[in-house]
């Protein structure tokens, strides 16, 4: 059975992954956490946590809370910065065989170029994961995502900025996120990646005050999946380039479902908080739906489901 998929076509040397499990940003650190817990070289990729120019603390406590089929978030980014991230991870990331891509995230434009030029060539990244969605920093960030425009130019500094493939991750914090992805892609990107965390909020009445420090935060989980599937089936029909599917995938069912809406690969996220595992046990169903079906390729499954 062949389940590699291919994330960067339009490059010479591409982005082939072995399988299209990968995990979500900021669901899995730097994989480093967890590769004494299992063979996280089975990996189809990691996406590690968003890394900005400088370190960041994040938000203030409590930063999460449970809700009905979901986690709301409000990290705030915390990360060690690029800096530590080229000195600490890469050398360790460069022997491995797991592809590992760094998701990115800036406040400017030129942030973004900053980042993009310091991460080019390194040993040890295989591609960026350009973060235009996150919706627990106030200014920046989110906001490239939400029209087409600013989210082409971010994507367009950053493909000026390397050679590496860049993946682009959109929000659903958008009128048509279609029009966005065809945005991003005429601009450059290699593939997209959604969704993104939708904000929330929850209030603890008994203090009378939001319960997460900021307020606010993002939304995850299987509470989201049925959204997250539509905006992936729409992004898949309105671009070429490959789609990366995420949002509250939690069984093989369920990253088959986003396959067959067209995602060449998935990302698994808030899964990981109860079962680090779930990654691999997705694959593991993936491969046995496969054998079920009769079906050798995974290629032909992705967009199988569009009716
Ligand atoms: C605790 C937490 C931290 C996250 N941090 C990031 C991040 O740093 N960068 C990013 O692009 N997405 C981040 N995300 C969003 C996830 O990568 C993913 O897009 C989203 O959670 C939907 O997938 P899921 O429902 O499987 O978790 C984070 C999500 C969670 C739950």
Redesign the pocket.
Known sequence: MNLSVQLAPKRKKGLRLANPVMT????FGWGTEYQHLFDIQRLGAI?C??TTLKPREGNPQPR?AETPC??L?S?G?Q?IGVEAVLKEKAPVWAGWRVPVIV?I?GIRIEDYARLASMLDGVAGISGL?V?I??PNIEAGGVEFGTRPEPAAEVTAAVKRATSLPIMV?LTPKTGDIAEVAKAVENAGADAV?????PRGMVIDIAKRKPLLGNKYG?L???A??PI?LHMVYSVAGAVEIPVVG?????TSNDALQFIMAGASAV?????N?TNPGAPLDILDGIEQFMAKEGVEDITELIGAGRG
């Open positions: 979500a940003s900021g669901t996406v946590k968003g999460i979901g986690v978030n990290i980014l990360n998701n995230v994961e973060n969605g996150c991750k990646s959604l969704i993104n965390t993002g995850s989980g299987p989201i999946r997250a995420m949002g509250g995938i939690a990302g698994v996220g808030t899964a908080f």
